[in-house]
C-alpha cells in the first residue's frame, strides 16, 4: 500500500516543483516508512509519471556500491509487481535502489530529473536554522505541504477553505452548509521545520519541530478535543461551557482557559503552566498546576517549580539552557537544524551545559560556540555532525 504523503513529494520531485525544505521534509518520510511501502510508493509514481521519465540518477556518496548492489538483487519481489512491464525493470531498479540507498544510510538522492536534466552532487558544508513548514492531513485524504513561500488561500474543498497569513499561521473556515463538520486534521511539523495556526475557537498552537497535532475542523457542542505530541505551546481560547482536552501518550490535560507548554514522547510528558490553571488526568488521578509549575510524567508523576522563561525559550527564538544535560542539548539541535550527531570519539560525557544561543543561526555558529563549552570538536557532513 502506498503512502499519499510520500506519493505527493515524489511526484513535486518528477514535476521539478519541490522546494528545499520540502525535499529535506521528504528524505525524513522516507527514512521513517518501511520498506515495502516506500516500494509501493515509488513504483506508483514511476508508473503515474512513465511518460515524463526516461531515467532517473542516482548519485552515491561514500557508499559500497556491491552492499547496495546486493541488496537490490536480493529484491526478488520487484519482478512481480503488476503495472510494469519488462521494458520498465531496469526503472524499478533504480526505484529499488534508491529504496536501499536510504535504508542503508550510506547516500546522497537527487532531484529526480527530466529528460533534459543533469543531476549533480551537492555537499553541505553548513545548515540552516529550522524553517516554516508543515505537512497537513485532511480527512478526505488530501495532504498539504506548505512552507514559508506560500501565503492566502492555499486549499479550498468540501466546505473548508485553509488560508496561511503573512505571518506564518494557519487558519481554517468552513462554511454555513458545514458548520457541523467534525472532519479531523493532522498537522506535522518535521525535523527542521516549525508552524503556528488558530483553530475554530481562536486557539492559538504553535508547533516546535518534529511534532504533531491532531483536531477536528470544528468543535462539537459539548467539548473541545485534540490530541498531541512532540512540543506545543498553547494559549487557549476561553469557553466555560466546554472544557478543552488535549490527549496525549502519557496523560490528558484539562482546561478552560490559559497558556502553557507540552513536551510530550513515549517516555515522557512536561507541562509547564505560564497562566490560568490545568488538571493533569493520569490513570484515573487528577493533579493540578499553578503558573510557574511543571508536571513530569514518566513511570510516575512530579509537580515542582520550574523556570518559565526556559521552557518557553524556543518560543522566543532561543535556546536556552539551566544545567541542561548535554545529550538532551544535542537532541533538540537535532530536532531544528534536522541533524544527527554521531559519536566518533568514545568517550563523551553527558555532561551539563548553562547559557542560550539564537535558534535562527547557522549550524555552524551554534557548534562553535558548543565547542568552546564542551572542548569536543564538531564536523558537519551532510546531514551528519561528527562529535570529535
Not at 240 to 252: A, L, Y
Request: glycine share 4%.
Amino acid at each position: 500500500m502506498y503512502n499519499s504523503e510520500l506519493y505527493n513529494l515524489l511526484k513535486n520531485h518528477f514535476d521539478g516543483v519541490i522546494t528545499k525544505q520540502q525535499s529535506q521534509f521528504l528524505e525524513e518520510l522516507i527514512t521513517k516508512a518501511d520498506l515495502k511501502t516506500l516500494e509501493d510508493t515509488i513504483c506508483q509514481v514511476l508508473k503515474d509519471s512513465e511518460e515524463k521519465i526516461d531515467a532517473i540518477d542516482v548519485n552515491f556518496n561514500r557508499i559500497k556500491f556491491e552492499d547496495v548492489k546486493r541488496q537490490i538483487e536480493s529484491k526478488k519481489d520487484i519482478e512481480n509487481q503488476r503495472f510494469f512491464s519488462k521494458k520498465n525493470y531496469s526503472i524499478m531498479r533504480y526505484a529499488a535502489s534508491i529504496v536501499a540507498i536510504f535504508i542503508a544510510s550510506f547516500f546522497i538522492i537527487q532531484f529526480f530529473q527530466k529528460k533534459e536534466g543533469i543531476t549533480s552532487v551537492h555537499t553541505i558544508s553548513d545548515i540552516n536554522p529550522a524553517q516554516s513548514l508543515a505537512n497537513i492531513s485532511l480527512g478526505n485524504g488530501d495532504v498539504l505541504i506548505v512552507d514559508s513561500t506560500t501565503t492566502g488561500l492555499i486549499y479550498q474543498e468540501n466546505g473548508i477553505s485553509v488560508y496561511r497569513s503573512e505571518e506564518g499561521v494557519l487558519e481554517y473556515k468552513i462554511d454555513s452548509a458545514n458548520s457541523n463538520m467534525l472532519e479531523n486534521i493532522t498537522i506535522t511539523t518535521p525535523k527542521g521545520g516549525f508552524t503556528k495556526l488558530t483553530l475554530s475557537d481562536g486557539t492559538i498552537a504553535s508547533l516546535n519541530s518534529a511534532s504533531t497535532i491532531t483536531y477536528p475542523v470544528s468543535f462539537g457542542k459539548n467539548n473541545r478535543d485534540i490530541s498531541a505530541e512532540g512540543e506545543i505551546y498553547f494559549d487557549i481560547a476561553k469557553d466555560k461551557s466546554k472544557p478543552f482536552r488535549i490527549f496525549s501518550e502519557k496523560q490528558t490535560i484539562e482546561v478552560l482557559g490559559t497558556s502553557f507548554n507540552l513536551m510530550s514522547n513515549k517516555d515522557e510528558a512536561k507541562t509547564t503552566l505560564i497562566e490560568g490553571a490545568v488538571r493533569i488526568i493520569v490513570d484515573n488521578k487528577s493533579y493540578f498546576l499553578k503558573p510557574g509549575q511543571q508536571s513530569i510524567v514518566n513511570n510516575a508523576v512530579e509537580i515542582k517549580n520550574t523556570k518559565v522563561d526556559e521552557e518557553l525559550a524556543w518560543t522566543n527564538d532561543q535556546f536556552l539552557f539551566d544545567n541542561g544535560s548535554f545529550f538532551e542539548v544535542l537532541r533538540e539541535i537535532e530536532n531544528w537544524y534536522n541533524v544527527k550527531f554521531v559519536f566518533v570519539r568514545k568517550d563523551v560525557e553527558n555532561m551539563h551545559l548553562s547559557g542560550s544561543l539564537s535558534r535562527k543561526v547557522k549550524l555552524s555558529e551554534l557548534l562553535k560556540v558548543l565547542s568552546l563549552n564542551t572542548g569536543y570538536k564538531y564536523e558537519i557532513q551532510e546531514r551528519r555532525v561528527l562529535v570529535k
